[in-house]
Protein backbone atom coordinates (compact mmCIF):
# COMPACT_ATOMS: atom_id res chain seq x y z
CA UNK A 1 0.00 0.00 0.00
CA UNK A 2 2.58 2.34 1.19
CA UNK A 3 5.29 3.11 -1.95
CA UNK A 4 8.56 3.34 -1.11
CA UNK A 5 9.18 7.11 -2.47
CA UNK A 6 6.37 8.12 0.16
CA UNK A 7 7.75 6.27 3.19
CA UNK A 8 11.18 7.93 2.63
CA UNK A 9 9.40 11.38 2.63
CA UNK A 10 7.49 10.56 5.40
CA UNK A 11 10.62 9.02 7.41
CA UNK A 12 12.45 12.59 6.45
CA UNK A 13 10.30 15.32 7.66
CA UNK A 14 9.67 12.84 10.54
CA UNK A 15 13.79 13.50 11.35
CA UNK A 16 14.14 17.03 10.35
CA UNK A 17 11.06 17.80 12.78
CA UNK A 18 12.92 15.91 15.40
CA UNK A 19 16.11 17.92 14.54
CA UNK A 20 14.47 21.16 14.75
CA UNK A 21 15.24 21.96 11.04
CA UNK A 22 11.90 22.48 9.53
CA UNK A 23 12.05 24.82 6.62
CA UNK A 24 9.75 27.87 6.82
CA UNK A 25 8.45 27.24 3.08
CA UNK A 26 7.82 23.56 0.74
CA UNK A 27 6.51 22.50 -2.15
CA UNK A 28 4.49 19.40 -2.22
CA UNK A 29 4.33 18.23 -5.66
CA UNK A 30 2.83 15.06 -7.49
CA UNK A 31 0.31 13.92 -9.56
CA UNK A 32 -2.66 13.73 -8.98
CA UNK A 33 -3.34 10.67 -6.84
CA UNK A 34 -0.26 11.14 -4.85
CA UNK A 35 -2.24 12.58 -2.10
CA UNK A 36 -0.65 16.01 -1.50
CA UNK A 37 -3.20 17.78 0.24
CA UNK A 38 -2.86 15.04 2.93
CA UNK A 39 0.74 15.28 3.42
CA UNK A 40 0.61 19.25 3.15
CA UNK A 41 -1.83 18.67 6.25
CA UNK A 42 0.41 16.50 8.34
CA UNK A 43 3.22 18.85 8.06
CA UNK A 44 1.24 22.27 9.02
CA UNK A 45 0.00 19.91 12.05
CA UNK A 46 4.39 19.18 12.69
CA UNK A 47 4.87 22.62 12.17
CA UNK A 48 2.89 23.90 14.81
CA UNK A 49 2.29 20.55 17.10
CA UNK A 50 3.30 20.71 20.92
CA UNK A 51 4.41 16.99 21.42
CA UNK A 52 7.25 16.18 23.10
CA UNK A 53 7.74 12.40 21.76
CA UNK A 54 7.26 12.93 17.77
CA UNK A 55 5.55 15.33 15.56
CA UNK A 56 3.02 15.74 14.68
CA UNK A 57 1.73 13.80 17.71
CA UNK A 58 -2.22 13.52 17.01
CA UNK A 59 -3.19 14.44 20.60
CA UNK A 60 -1.87 17.97 21.90
CA UNK A 61 -4.38 20.31 21.30
CA UNK A 62 -2.83 21.85 18.48
CA UNK A 63 -2.43 18.19 16.26
CA UNK A 64 -6.74 17.52 17.17
CA UNK A 65 -7.41 20.79 15.48
CA UNK A 66 -5.32 20.60 12.30
CA UNK A 67 -6.52 17.05 11.60
CA UNK A 68 -10.27 18.47 12.42
CA UNK A 69 -9.26 21.23 9.73
CA UNK A 70 -10.34 24.01 12.07
CA UNK A 71 -7.32 25.22 13.72
CA UNK A 72 -7.10 29.11 13.31
CA UNK A 73 -3.29 29.36 12.36
CA UNK A 74 -3.76 26.92 9.66
CA UNK A 75 -5.09 29.17 6.68
CA UNK A 76 -5.69 27.50 3.69
CA UNK A 77 -6.32 28.95 -0.10
CA UNK A 78 -6.68 27.71 -3.05
CA UNK A 79 -8.51 28.49 -6.49
CA UNK A 80 -11.81 29.63 -6.93
CA UNK A 81 -14.30 27.23 -8.30
CA UNK A 82 -15.19 29.78 -11.11
CA UNK A 83 -11.31 30.60 -12.18
CA UNK A 84 -8.79 28.84 -14.14
CA UNK A 85 -5.72 30.90 -11.53
CA UNK A 86 -4.94 32.19 -8.22
CA UNK A 87 -5.02 35.77 -8.75
CA UNK A 88 -3.08 38.17 -7.14
CA UNK A 89 -6.03 39.76 -4.58
CA UNK A 90 -5.91 36.17 -3.26
CA UNK A 91 -1.74 36.81 -2.41
CA UNK A 92 -2.06 40.20 -1.19
CA UNK A 93 -4.81 38.95 1.47
CA UNK A 94 -2.26 36.37 2.76
CA UNK A 95 0.46 38.74 3.03
CA UNK A 96 -2.38 41.22 5.33
CA UNK A 97 -3.27 38.27 6.91
CA UNK A 98 0.70 37.08 7.84
CA UNK A 99 0.81 40.85 9.51
CA UNK A 100 -1.11 39.81 12.32
CA UNK A 101 0.22 37.29 15.05
CA UNK A 102 -1.11 33.81 15.55
CA UNK A 103 -3.82 32.59 17.48
CA UNK A 104 -3.32 29.53 19.41
CA UNK A 105 -0.01 27.83 17.95
CA UNK A 106 3.62 29.96 17.55
CA UNK A 107 3.83 29.82 14.13
CA UNK A 108 1.15 30.76 11.21
CA UNK A 109 1.13 28.13 8.40
CA UNK A 110 -0.57 29.04 5.24
CA UNK A 111 -1.20 25.80 2.97
CA UNK A 112 -2.15 26.83 -0.94
CA UNK A 113 -3.51 23.78 -2.61
CA UNK A 114 -2.69 23.76 -6.60
CA UNK A 115 -0.10 26.53 -5.98
CA UNK A 116 1.16 26.09 -9.63
CA UNK A 117 -1.87 27.46 -11.14
CA UNK A 118 -0.63 31.07 -9.79
CA UNK A 119 -0.45 33.50 -12.51
CA UNK A 120 2.81 35.37 -12.63
CA UNK A 121 1.28 38.92 -10.77
CA UNK A 122 0.15 36.63 -8.06
CA UNK A 123 3.65 34.62 -7.76
CA UNK A 124 5.57 37.81 -8.05
CA UNK A 125 3.36 39.60 -5.17
CA UNK A 126 4.35 36.36 -3.27
CA UNK A 127 7.86 35.85 -3.73
CA UNK A 128 7.96 38.95 -1.82
CA UNK A 129 6.67 37.65 1.19
CA UNK A 130 8.92 34.80 1.31
CA UNK A 131 12.06 36.73 0.93
CA UNK A 132 11.16 38.46 4.12
CA UNK A 133 8.91 36.40 5.63
CA UNK A 134 7.55 37.22 9.39
CA UNK A 135 9.30 35.09 11.37
CA UNK A 136 6.20 32.79 12.71
CA UNK A 137 5.16 32.24 9.33
CA UNK A 138 5.25 29.15 7.34
CA UNK A 139 4.20 28.07 3.82
CA UNK A 140 3.89 24.59 2.09
CA UNK A 141 2.63 24.85 -1.92
CA UNK A 142 1.04 22.21 -3.41
CA UNK A 143 0.60 21.53 -7.48
CA UNK A 144 1.43 18.93 -10.23
CA UNK A 145 4.09 20.49 -11.97
CA UNK A 146 6.80 22.40 -10.01
CA UNK A 147 8.02 23.60 -13.57
CA UNK A 148 5.11 26.37 -13.38
CA UNK A 149 6.75 27.85 -10.21
CA UNK A 150 9.12 31.17 -10.71
CA UNK A 151 12.77 29.68 -10.23
CA UNK A 152 12.82 32.20 -7.54
CA UNK A 153 9.89 30.87 -5.74
CA UNK A 154 11.43 27.56 -6.27
CA UNK A 155 14.84 28.33 -4.80
CA UNK A 156 13.66 29.66 -1.40
CA UNK A 157 11.30 26.32 -1.05
CA UNK A 158 12.66 22.81 -0.38
CA UNK A 159 10.51 20.59 -3.09
CA UNK A 160 8.73 17.15 -1.49
CA UNK A 161 8.20 15.11 -4.78
CA UNK A 162 5.18 13.01 -3.78
CA UNK A 163 4.83 9.38 -5.36
CA UNK A 164 1.70 8.25 -6.46
CA UNK A 165 0.08 5.25 -4.34
CA UNK A 166 -2.63 2.49 -4.90
CA UNK A 167 -4.99 4.51 -3.29
CA UNK A 168 -6.24 7.59 -5.12
CA UNK A 169 -9.98 8.85 -4.93
CA UNK A 170 -11.40 5.96 -7.42
CA UNK A 171 -9.53 3.52 -5.56
CA UNK A 172 -11.16 -0.10 -6.67
CA UNK A 173 -11.20 -1.53 -2.69
CA UNK A 174 -11.39 -5.39 -2.54
CA UNK A 175 -11.21 -8.13 0.41
CA UNK A 176 -7.69 -8.24 -0.30
CA UNK A 177 -6.17 -4.77 -0.19
CA UNK A 178 -8.71 -3.81 2.30
CA UNK A 179 -6.72 -6.41 4.69
CA UNK A 180 -3.89 -4.56 3.54
CA UNK A 181 -4.57 -1.20 4.70
CA UNK A 182 -5.64 -2.32 7.76
CA UNK A 183 -2.39 -4.19 8.00
CA UNK A 184 -0.43 -1.21 7.48
CA UNK A 185 -2.08 1.11 9.65
CA UNK A 186 -1.88 -1.88 12.44
CA UNK A 187 2.07 -2.15 11.54
CA UNK A 188 2.34 1.75 11.95
CA UNK A 189 0.68 2.01 15.66
CA UNK A 190 2.28 -0.95 16.54
CA UNK A 191 5.91 0.89 15.64
CA UNK A 192 4.65 4.12 17.12
CA UNK A 193 5.35 5.92 13.76
CA UNK A 194 3.05 8.26 14.08
CA UNK A 195 3.21 10.73 10.73
CA UNK A 196 3.21 7.27 9.10
CA UNK A 197 -0.19 6.06 10.60
CA UNK A 198 -1.31 9.16 9.69
CA UNK A 199 -0.83 9.45 6.39
CA UNK A 200 -2.20 5.60 6.10
CA UNK A 201 -5.24 6.37 7.59
CA UNK A 202 -5.82 9.32 5.18
CA UNK A 203 -5.17 7.35 2.20
CA UNK A 204 -7.95 4.44 4.07
CA UNK A 205 -10.21 7.56 4.13
CA UNK A 206 -10.99 7.46 0.29
CA UNK A 207 -11.99 4.05 0.18
CA UNK A 208 -15.77 4.24 -0.65
CA UNK A 209 -18.28 3.98 2.03
CA UNK A 210 -18.85 -0.01 1.54
CA UNK A 211 -15.44 -0.90 1.95
CA UNK A 212 -14.62 1.51 4.49
CA UNK A 213 -16.26 -0.37 7.09
CA UNK A 214 -14.49 -3.78 6.35
CA UNK A 215 -11.51 -1.61 6.95
CA UNK A 216 -12.68 -1.41 10.95
CA UNK A 217 -13.57 -4.99 11.06
CA UNK A 218 -10.46 -6.21 9.55
CA UNK A 219 -8.35 -3.94 12.23
CA UNK A 220 -10.00 -5.03 14.71
CA UNK A 221 -9.55 -8.75 13.72
CA UNK A 222 -5.51 -7.93 13.25
CA UNK A 223 -5.57 -5.93 16.87
CA UNK A 224 -7.48 -9.00 18.62
CA UNK A 225 -4.93 -11.64 17.21
CA UNK A 226 -2.16 -9.43 18.12
CA UNK A 227 -3.60 -8.84 21.72
CA UNK A 228 -3.32 -12.72 22.24
CA UNK A 229 0.47 -13.17 21.39
CA UNK A 230 1.51 -9.99 23.06
CA UNK A 231 3.65 -10.66 26.09
CA UNK A 232 4.78 -6.82 26.93
CA UNK A 233 2.40 -5.55 29.33
CA UNK A 234 2.58 -2.17 28.18
CA UNK A 235 2.10 -2.81 24.89
CA UNK A 236 -1.20 -5.22 25.56
CA UNK A 237 -2.72 -2.15 26.99
CA UNK A 238 -2.27 -0.22 23.92
CA UNK A 239 -3.66 -2.73 21.53
CA UNK A 240 -6.54 -3.29 24.09
CA UNK A 241 -6.61 0.71 23.42
CA UNK A 242 -7.11 0.52 20.24
CA UNK A 243 -9.69 -2.39 20.32
CA UNK A 244 -12.02 -0.31 22.75
CA UNK A 245 -11.46 2.51 20.11
CA UNK A 246 -12.60 0.08 17.27
CA UNK A 247 -15.54 -1.19 18.83
CA UNK A 248 -16.78 2.70 19.63
CA UNK A 249 -16.93 3.11 15.99
CA UNK A 250 -19.78 0.17 15.70
CA UNK A 251 -22.83 2.32 16.82
CA UNK A 252 -21.37 5.01 14.19
CA UNK A 253 -22.79 2.82 11.20
CA UNK A 254 -26.37 2.57 12.44
CA UNK A 255 -26.30 6.90 12.05
CA UNK A 256 -23.90 6.79 8.46
CA UNK A 257 -21.24 8.78 10.64
CA UNK A 258 -18.99 9.71 7.52
CA UNK A 259 -15.82 7.89 6.79
CA UNK A 260 -13.83 11.28 7.29
CA UNK A 261 -15.38 11.67 10.69
CA UNK A 262 -14.19 8.56 11.76
CA UNK A 263 -10.78 8.94 10.13
CA UNK A 264 -9.71 11.88 11.77
CA UNK A 265 -10.83 10.19 14.75
CA UNK A 266 -9.04 6.93 14.30
CA UNK A 267 -5.82 9.09 13.49
CA UNK A 268 -5.79 11.31 16.56
CA UNK A 269 -7.18 8.29 19.65
CA UNK A 270 -4.63 5.72 17.77
CA UNK A 271 -1.26 8.29 18.24
CA UNK A 272 -2.17 8.89 21.80
CA UNK A 273 -2.01 5.48 22.72
Not at 26 to 37: A, C, F, L, Q, T
Not at 42 to 49: F, K
Not at 198 to 210: G, M, R, T, V
Not at 253 to 264: E, T
Request: hydrophobic letters at 40%; proline letters at 4%; a positive charge.
Amino acid sequence: MKSQGNEKLITRLADTAARGTLSHAYIVWGPENSDKEGLALSLAATMVCTGSQGRPCGNCRNCVKAFKNIHPDIITVEKQPDKREIYVDQIRWIISDASVLPNEADKKVYIIYQADSMNVRAQNAFLKLLEEPPSYCSFILTGTNPGSFLITIRSRCVELHAVPGKSTDNYEATDSNVYEIAGHIFDCFIKKDKLSLISEISKAEKLDKNHFPDLIDNLYMIAARALKTEQNKTERMRIYKALELLQSFTPMRSVNVGAGHIAGMLAVKLNSF
